[in-house]
């Protein structure tokens, strides 16, 4: 039994493990893999390379291949309840929507929530066929069609129709007028029309024009429609036709109610079926901040998932730059696990596109950078958990699990309060620091001292400023505040090449502040005859992961990057970070350093801090800087701030609660250490040297055991009256 055995991973894992060179569990995948399987929401903090990735994608890669193995058998809760009656189905409703044993009224009193149901039997073949419903309790419903793969909330894709209580239909999230509004006690009629391929509502008698021209897929068995309904704090009784209809249909008998549909006509719906449509739709979403995350943790996941057969575990990435008719087709066909970006994911929910009712399983990576970004990330987070059913089809219930680099940060616990149940807590990082495996030092960088730069800025190469001078007048030779600070960004270039030669740097990662910089980092790097590559937001993703691949295999020494390479990446083998610019949040610092360093190799970090305030683009602007020459400061209507990046060193030196180490612009990194010589890039050689431990130490033993001994003399001088008195005795 292997040490991952265990914590209840099935042996059928074992390959993958021994592929990855895993021996023995890291210590967040001891905490998280026990937790995931058991069934608990999990809160996961840990330092960059520990495992973390490993730590849920294993557990799901096992919980999905043994739910879709022996999937459960869909039982009604009702075992007294004709299979074969026209009612409400309590075995295909949302968790919270009430349904009476008879089976004929349903009520959901939770407010901003909607919460649906089907019919027990659909529809297939022709004739024309009706049902009523009459509101019980103002609210707001829906009320229409719907085929098994649809959702619940109905009229919000492709495969189901609605008529709600303010005089709209829906179909395929697509309100358009049409009707009457209605309320407490009307009564509304929903036509189906197989002959015609038709659909329409009537209110309390008064028929409505045609609503929709449907497709004839409809009239499969496959594809069937059912009654179905939906409730937002509201209550409605249906009528499928066992009871007289209140306002019957008046074309002579040939519109019949729903419960006298011919039997040739009729699917009843099943548990074995059920289960048939639901096998195609995700059990795991798995969601990343970027591209390049998607594409690792696919990765991950696709090294677990690989080595389980019948069935096999189907995993989909859904990223920006991917083919979309490809994924729609891989969608339609099934998947278990999708990898991707909130924007694209929850695009295809809303668009109906991408099914989510069996989903048991929603992983957030990165989610403190996720709930940071307000307009963006924060915002379609909500938007995907309001999309998200509470309990699978099932009766599954969601589990939540979420990656954070601390968990003590309001927005999460926040995030944790309102969309986890009971979280086991993993803190393995508590609060940020360096691992012990990387050195950081500061290197200042002052151009009123150093005029180099002056001399570089008219020759050909030279690093190419970020313009936010070009309004300016710089005078060279003296020490005017914006002179100083076109200076310091020349001259930052400059170090970086210095920086490279004197360590013989042969792979790093540059971080840049600004996609700017990192593209004229990149032309200024190859212009002295170094390869380099550079990811940002603004490159296409195929330059993107050719970029990234290009770095990974050694055929660039550097890749120049923002942020975006700071979370969560593994990129295995780097000896050496430089920060051309220091970030503008002190918990990123970390982040960025924690590039190298892991797998137990040494790595060193060096940042280049401007002993004078610099000034940087800041765009507030509509455009977030595209096309943006606004270089006025951003208190006058402008984009850019000065950056002092001094106080922002102190910052983080005060969240470490360490003091960083400075070098000269020689960069001569002190790589003696006290358990042997550093050589960045590879684990720490050989053990502690204790003869030299000895001798180095020995003046120093010998005056402690003298201050020993003089305070323990001064002790007893000090309390003889006690010893006299104890003796007496």
């Given at each position: 039994?292997?040490?991952?055995?265990?914590?209840?991973?099935?042996?059928?894992?074992?390959?993958?493990?021994?592929?990855?060179n895993?021996?023995?569990?890291?210590?967040v995948?001891?905490?998280?893999?026990?937790?995931?399987?058991?069934?608990?929401?999990?809160?996961?903090?840990?330092?960059?390379?520990?495992?973390?990735t490993?730590?849920?994608?294993?557990?799901i890669?096992?919980?999905?291949?043994?739910?879709?193995?022996?999937?459960?058998?869909?039982?009604?809760?009702?075992?007294?309840e004709?299979?074969?009656?026209?009612?409400?189905?309590?075995?295909?409703?949302?968790?919270?929507?009430?349904?009476?044993?008879?089976g004929l009224?349903?009520?959901?009193?939770?407010?901003?929530?909607?919460?649906?149901?089907?019919?027990?039997?659909?529809?297939?073949?022709?004739?024309?066929y009706?049902?009523e419903?009459?509101?019980?309790?103002?609210?707001?419903?829906?009320?229409?069609?719907?085929?098994?793969?649809?959702?619940?909330?109905?009229?919000?894709?492709?495969?189901?129709?609605?008529?709600?209580?303010?005089?709209?239909?829906s179909y395929?999230?697509k309100?358009?007028?049409?009707?009457?509004?209605?309320?407490?006690?009307?009564?509304?009629?929903?036509?189906?029309?197989?002959?015609?391929?038709?659909?329409?509502w009537?209110?309390?008698?008064?028929?409505?024009?045609?609503?929709?021209?449907?497709?004839?897929?409809?009239?499969?068995?496959?594809?069937?429609?059912?009654?179905?309904?939906?409730?937002?704090?509201?209550?409605?009784?249906?009528?499928?036709?066992?009871?007289?209809?209140?306002?019957?249909?008046?074309?002579?008998?040939?519109?019949?109610?729903?419960?006298?549909?011919?039997?040739?006509?009729?699917?009843w719906?099943?548990?074995?079926?059920k289960?048939?449509?639901?096998?195609?739709?995700?059990?795991?979403?798995?969601?990343?901040?970027?591209?390049?995350?998607?594409?690792?943790?696919?990765?991950?996941?696709?090294?677990?998932a690989?080595?389980?057969?019948?069935?096999?575990?189907?995993?989909?990435?859904?990223?920006?730059?991917?083919?979309?008719?490809?994924?729609?087709?891989?969608?339609e066909?099934?998947?278990?696990?999708?990898?991707?970006?909130?924007?694209?994911i929850?695009?295809?929910?809303?668009?109906?596109k991408?099914?989510?009712?069996?989903?048991?399983?929603?992983?957030?990576?990165?989610?403190?950078?996720?709930?940071?970004?307000?307009?963006?990330?924060?915002?379609?987070?909500?938007?995907?958990?309001?999309?998200?059913?509470?309990?699978?089809?099932d009766?599954?219930?969601?589990?939540?699990?979420?990656?954070?680099?601390?968990l003590?940060?309001?927005?999460?616990?926040?995030?944790?309060?309102?969309?986890?149940?009971?979280?086991?807590?993993?803190?393995?990082?508590?609060?940020?620091?360096?691992?012990?495996?990387?050195?950081h030092?500061v290197?200042?960088v002052?151009?009123s001292?150093?005029?180099?730069?002056?001399?570089?800025k008219?020759?050909?190469?030279?690093l190419?400023?970020?313009?936010?001078?070009?309004?300016?007048?710089?005078?060279?030779?003296?020490?005017?505040?914006?002179?100083?600070?076109?200076?310091?960004?020349?001259?930052?270039?400059?170090?970086?090449?210095?920086?490279?030669?004197?360590?013989?740097m042969?792979k790093?990662?540059?971080?840049?502040?600004?996609?700017?910089?990192?593209?004229?980092?990149?032309?200024?790097?190859r212009?002295?005859?170094?390869?380099?590559?550079?990811?940002?937001?603004?490159?296409?993703?195929?330059?993107?992961?050719?970029?990234?691949?290009?770095f990974?295999?050694?055929?660039?020494?550097?890749?120049?990057?923002?942020?975006?390479?700071?979370?969560?990446?593994?990129?295995?083998?780097?000896?050496f970070?430089?920060?051309?610019t220091?970030?503008?949040?002190?918990?990123?610092?970390?982040?960025?350093i924690?590039?190298?360093?892991?797998?137990?190799?040494?790595?060193?970090?060096?940042?280049?801090?401007?002993?004078?305030?610099?000034?940087?683009?800041?765009h507030?602007?509509?455009?977030?800087?595209?096309?943006?020459?606004?270089?006025?400061?951003?208190?006058?209507?402008?984009?850019?701030?000065?950056?002092?990046?001094?106080k922002?060193?102190g910052?983080?030196?005060?969240?470490?609660?360490?003091?960083?180490?400075?070098?000269?612009?020689?960069?001569?990194?002190?790589?003696?250490?006290?358990?042997?010589?550093?050589?960045?890039?590879?684990?720490r050689?050989?053990?502690?040297?204790?003869?030299?431990?000895?001798?180095?130490l020995?003046?120093?033993?010998?005056?402690?055991?003298?201050?020993e001994t003089?305070?323990?003399?001064?002790?007893?001088?000090?309390?003889?009256?006690?010893?006299?008195?104890?003796?007496?005795?």
């Amino acid at each position: 039994m292997t040490a991952f055995e265990e914590f209840g991973i099935i042996p059928e894992l074992s390959e993958a493990i021994s592929s990855l060179n895993w021996t023995l569990p890291t210590a967040v995948q001891s905490e998280a893999i026990p937790a995931i399987l058991g069934g608990a929401d999990a809160l996961i903090a840990a330092e960059t390379g520990s495992g973390k990735t490993g730590a849920f994608c294993l557990p799901i890669a096992q919980i999905v291949w043994e739910r879709r193995k022996s999937p459960e058998s869909l039982t009604s809760s009702d075992s007294s309840e004709s299979q074969h009656a026209h009612l409400l189905n309590r075995e295909d409703r949302d968790a919270s929507l009430q349904i009476d044993k008879s089976g004929l009224n349903c009520d959901a009193r939770v407010g901003k929530e909607w919460h649906g149901a089907r019919g027990k039997a659909g529809i297939h073949g022709g004739g024309a066929y009706y049902y009523e419903v009459t509101i019980t309790r103002d609210g707001l419903c829906r009320v229409g069609w719907a085929t098994m793969a649809g959702s619940l909330k109905i009229g919000t894709d492709f495969e189901s129709f609605g008529y709600g209580g303010t005089g709209k239909k829906s179909y395929g999230k697509k309100f358009d007028d049409y009707g009457k509004s209605f309320t407490t006690n009307d009564v509304l009629g929903c036509f189906l029309d197989l002959d015609n391929l038709k659909i329409w509502w009537s209110k309390n008698g008064e028929q409505f024009p045609m609503a929709y021209s449907i497709d004839r897929k409809f009239k499969s068995p496959a594809t069937c429609l059912f009654p179905a309904v939906l409730c937002q704090n509201s209550g409605l009784a249906v009528n499928f036709g066992s009871a007289p209809f209140k306002y019957p249909p008046t074309d002579g008998g040939r519109t019949v109610g729903v419960a006298a549909t011919p039997a040739g006509n009729l699917k009843w719906w099943s548990a074995e079926e059920k289960q048939s449509v639901d096998s195609t739709t995700p059990l795991c979403i798995i969601l990343e901040p970027t591209r390049e995350l998607v594409q690792q943790t696919f990765q991950n996941i696709q090294t677990f998932a690989g080595v389980l057969n019948e069935p096999k575990i189907r995993c989909v990435t859904l990223a920006a730059g991917e083919n979309m008719n490809q994924i729609l087709r891989t969608l339609e066909t099934g998947c278990d696990i999708i990898v991707g970006t909130p924007s694209r994911i929850v695009d295809l929910i809303q668009t109906g596109k991408l099914a989510t009712k069996s989903l048991q399983f929603i992983v957030i990576d990165e989610v403190d950078q996720f709930l940071a970004d307000k307009n963006g990330g924060a915002r379609q987070i909500d938007t995907l958990f309001r999309a998200l059913p509470l309990v699978a089809q099932d009766g599954t219930r969601r589990q939540v699990i979420a990656c954070s680099a601390t968990l003590h940060n309001y927005e999460v616990a926040r995030f944790a309060d309102r969309h986890m149940t009971f979280p086991q807590w993993i803190d393995l990082k508590g609060t940020d620091c360096v691992s012990s495996d990387v050195h950081h030092v500061v290197c200042h960088v002052d151009a009123s001292e150093d005029k180099q730069w002056i001399r570089a800025k008219y020759a050909p190469i030279h690093l190419e400023d970020d313009h936010v001078h070009d309004g300016d007048q710089i005078r060279a030779g003296t020490n005017d505040r914006d002179t100083i600070s076109l200076g310091t960004k020349i001259l930052k270039g400059i170090y970086v090449v210095k920086a490279i030669q004197a360590l013989h740097m042969d792979k790093a990662i540059i971080f840049c502040r600004t996609k700017q910089q990192c593209d004229h980092m990149e032309h200024f790097l190859r212009q002295n005859n170094f390869t380099a590559a550079c990811l940002h937001g603004d490159r296409s993703a195929e330059e993107r992961q050719s970029s990234l691949e290009g770095f990974k295999k050694g055929e660039m020494r550097f890749l120049v990057c923002t942020d975006v390479v700071a979370r969560g990446l593994d990129v295995q083998g780097v000896p050496f970070v430089i920060n051309v610019t220091l970030p503008d949040d002190k918990s990123m610092y970390v982040h960025r350093i924690g590039r190298v360093g892991r797998a137990e190799r040494m790595g060193l970090s060096i940042s280049l801090v401007s002993t004078n305030e610099e000034k940087v683009w800041y765009h507030k602007c509509r455009t977030r800087g595209v096309g943006c020459q606004n270089t006025k400061d951003i208190g006058k209507g402008g984009c850019t701030i000065w950056f002092d990046e001094k106080k922002m060193l102190g910052e983080i030196e005060e969240h470490l609660g360490a003091t960083i180490s400075t070098v000269d612009s020689d960069f001569a990194v002190p790589i003696d250490e006290f358990d042997g010589k550093v050589i960045y890039g590879e684990k720490r050689s050989g053990g502690a040297n204790f003869a030299t431990h000895v001798l180095s130490l020995a003046s120093s033993a010998s005056q402690l055991a003298d201050l020993e001994t003089k305070m323990q003399l001064e002790y007893l001088r000090n309390n003889r009256h006690v010893f006299m008195a104890f003796n007496a005795l």
